[in-house]
């Protein structure tokens, strides 16, 4: 009997193992006739595939069972890969569905995530996000890392919805021509599923990717397996892009100007794992616009990029710090000068991600001739050394008739245990102006990261030379040797009905400069609760030291030398901003610098259906400084209007204004896809003085623009 025993409890171990395998694993069927992508699993196909089920809760409930059942079916043929969804739900009439715009935050709806690893890596991996009315997004993304930026990259694939008496039903047709694969008789993919019951604010996920892995989707090394493919080839893909572009632009100061040009770009699959991109007479006409920021800070801000050629595989070029030491940063690229013509390539060689860019850019002068004409390249490589370990290196340069500015780097990171990590990076600058007395033209820094669903500690050591300046780089501040740590913990309440996470973090850094003399501190802690309903509180201490050898300005009022010592207090509150009508508050009180500081800011969403969408913004600062003129106060209001006719027609309008400027903005953008992966734009740009002028004829317009683009694709 003991033996008996013995063996019923192997046979139930090897079953449990069995499921647990079953559940790695998807495998995709070849079908003769594709399925039409109407929202409806009418089609036979579908009826023979065995579905992917057992999906599990990441939120609320960590592992437990998916409240509502998910079914996925995946076929292929020698086009596309084929997706049919059947999202049970037992109360249809309450799925959130109002979101029309491509790429406008789509997690807001009930939603799908289809993520893919093409290359079986466990580093990379194509996110292609769909909302309950059929909605797109996609995003490519690097290292186990997905930030928002990379959520710009627009692919081409086709969706449809619809809802039932028993859920909603979602279709999916993802071309082979829109992913790059091993070019092998039969690849094997990373594959990886997402739900989103929005108005439960529970995510479910197939193969389960628990809280302990804290980049959720982006885990690509917790992905199952696809198999089944067969004798798919990705092949030489060649897309051209033209575009034709009329406009007129009236800007103070400057004679009105109409424009008509006209430009391309193609992509070009040299192998299926090597991609080509070329542009010429490159034109960003339509990116959107900016949102304005006060600044309150000696530091320059950060403004992210948002332009459709820099943002595809950019988490390959990212090297540094981001928003604070960055090698690379595209933005510095093309914004005061224009770009001419360039070209981009990337791929996969083995275990090695490669990328090289190379722009010309200039600006026409009075007599039309280009000046400064410049040579903007950037070459980075990264290499696989074990499983979510890399090694890799990066060079950028700028090069003109006048001068030079080149980097080298080398960055090494770790990925290990759940969520923990080991980087290090380092740079130098070679600038043709640089002199020896201005300082190290270095920078390095090393960061340890142990976390995970728990609990959090961060240790990081970075040193910047004072003559560390990447022409296309982005840093603020540089001159410092820091040491910066934090630890944290999360608990969650995941049998509670009101309560789900608490986070508590103290943080701290020290900055000396390179003469060793302390030039500040920061020491804080803050805590966040998030409550079942998807609402969320925080509550912010901090302190600050900052020494100054030379005076600054801040907002424009001059600060002497000295020390400076200030504690401050915020907070904020937001509701769930699924709901038709969402809002949020933040407020901070306390020092600053020599003086005080209060602000407050607010917002509010109103989603009126799919069609309409009104969202404003109003922040206040009142602040005082013991300086000429030191009491004064900002105030900045925006208003964003989000308007769709269908997925195809849709337009967004941001107006904005501060009384620092004294600058009424406007921005309107239209956006009609009248074939897949081709657009027509409308785009209205302003700017009016609303405050006193210095002259009496001054003109209140500082700028009126507006432009029609058209742009088409051709795939062959």
């Known amino acids: 009997m003991r033996m008996m025993g013995c063996l019923v409890a192997v046979a139930l171990a090897?079953?449990?193992l069995e499921v647990e395998a079953q559940e790695r694993d998807a495998t995709a069927v070849r079908v003769s006739t594709a399925p039409r992508i109407d929202g409806v699993l009418s089609d036979s196909i579908w009826q023979g595939i065995e579905p992917v089920t057992g999906f599990r809760q990441r939120d609320p409930v960590d592992g437990a069972p998916a409240s509502e059942r998910t079914e996925v079916r995946i076929a292929y043929d020698d086009e596309a890969l084929y997706f049919g969804f059947m999202l049970y739900d037992s109360e249809p009439d309450l799925i959130r569905r109002n979101i029309l715009q491509r790429g406008g935050r789509i997690d807001k709806d009930d939603r799908v995530v289809i993520a893919l690893d093409t290359y079986l890596d466990r580093r990379n991996g194509y996110i292609f996000e769909l909302g309950a009315l059929g909605t797109q997004d996609d995003a490519l993304f690097s290292d186990?890392?997905?930030t928002s930026d990379e959520w710009s990259w627009?692919?081409?694939f086709t969706s449809e919805t619809s809802v039932t008496d028993e859920g909603w039903i979602?279709?999916?047709?993802?071309?082979?021509t829109t992913i790059r694969f091993s070019d092998v008789d039969s690849p094997r993919m990373g594959i990886a599923f997402q739900r989103s019951i929005r108005r439960k604010n529970e995510n479910v996920f197939w193969p389960h990717i628990g809280q302990d892995y804290r980049s959720g989707i982006a885990q690509v090394s917790q992905y199952?397996?696809?198999?089944?493919?067969r004798g798919v080839q990705q092949g030489r893909h060649i897309e051209i892009k033209p575009y034709a572009i009329a406009g007129a632009q009236d800007n103070a100061g400057a004679?009105?100007?109409?424009?008509?040009?006209?430009?391309?770009?193609?992509k070009y699959g040299i192998t299926s794992n090597a991609t080509l991109d070329l542009t010429l007479n490159t034109d960003f006409a339509q990116v959107e616009a900016d949102n304005a920021q006060i600044n309150l800070t000696r530091f320059n801000l950060f403004f992210p990029e948002k332009r459709e050629f820099f943002l595809e595989r950019a988490g390959l070029f990212q090297f540094g710090a981001p928003h604070e030491t960055e090698v690379f940063f595209s933005r510095r690229v093309g914004l005061e000068t224009d770009i001419l013509g360039g070209g981009r390539l990337t791929g996969q060689v083995g275990k090695f991600s490669i990328?090289?860019?190379?722009?010309?850019t200039g600006a026409p002068d009075e007599n039309g001739a280009m000046t400064p004409p410049a040579w903007n390249n950037v070459a980075r490589i990264r290499s696989n050394l074990r499983p979510r370990t890399t090694l890799g290196g990066i060079a950028t340069s700028l090069d003109t008739d006048i001068g030079y500015n080149r980097v080298a780097g080398i960055d090494f990171d770790s990925r290990f245990w759940s969520s923990s990590s080991f980087s290090f990076w380092a740079a130098n600058v070679w600038d043709s102006d640089h002199r020896e007395e201005q300082g190290s033209t270095a920078a390095t820094q090393a960061e340890l990261v142990l976390q995970n669903d728990l609990y959090m500690v961060e240790v990081s050591r970075t040193r910047i030379g004072p003559a560390f300046n990447p022409a296309l780089g982005f840093v603020p501040r540089n001159d410092q040797a820091r040491w910066g740590v934090q630890a944290g913990v999360r608990p969650r309440f995941e049998h509670n009905g009101w309560a789900r996470q608490l986070s508590v973090l103290v943080r701290g850094n020290r900055i000396e400069g390179y003469d060793g003399v302390k030039q500040s501190h920061f020491r804080g802690a803050d805590a966040a609760f998030s409550f079942e309903s998807g609402k969320r509180a925080n509550l912010d201490v901090s302190e600050r030291f900052e020494h100054i050898e030379k005076p600054v300005r801040i907002s424009g009022r001059e600060l002497p030398p000295g020390d400076y010592s200030f504690q401050f207090v915020s907070g904020g509150f937001r509701t769930n901003d699924s709901r038709e009508f969402s809002a949020s508050a933040n407020w901070s009180v306390g020092e600053f610098w020599s003086g005080t500081r209060a602000s407050l800011g607010t917002g509010a969403v109103w989603k009126t259906g799919p069609h309409l969408s009104l969202g404003g913004d109003v922040s206040w600062n009142d602040v005082s400084l013991p300086v000429e003129e030191g009491d004064f106060s900002t105030t900045l209001v925006s208003l964003d209007i989000q308007g769709a006719v269908s997925r195809k027609l849709f337009a967004n309008a941001l107006v904005q204004w501060d009384d620092v400027s004294n600058s009424l903005q406007a921005n309107i953008r239209v956006d009609w896809?009248?074939?897949p992966g081709s657009d027509l734009f409308v785009v209205i740009d302003t700017g009016y003085l609303t405050g006193d002028v210095t002259e009496p004829l001054q003109e209140r317009w500082t700028r009126r623009t507006g432009v029609m683009k058209l742009t088409y694709l051709f795939q062959f």
């Open 224 to 229: 199952a397996t696809l198999d089944g493919l």
């Open 154 to 156: 627009d692919g081409v």
């Open 255 to 266: 004679e009105p100007d109409q424009t008509a040009d006209a430009g391309f770009d193609v």
């Open 144 to 146: 186990e890392s997905l």
């Open 355 to 360: 990328g090289t860019m190379s722009l010309r």
């Open 170 to 176: 979602l279709e999916v047709a993802i071309p082979f």
């Open 673 to 675: 896809i009248h074939t």
């Open 14 to 16: 090897m079953t449990a």
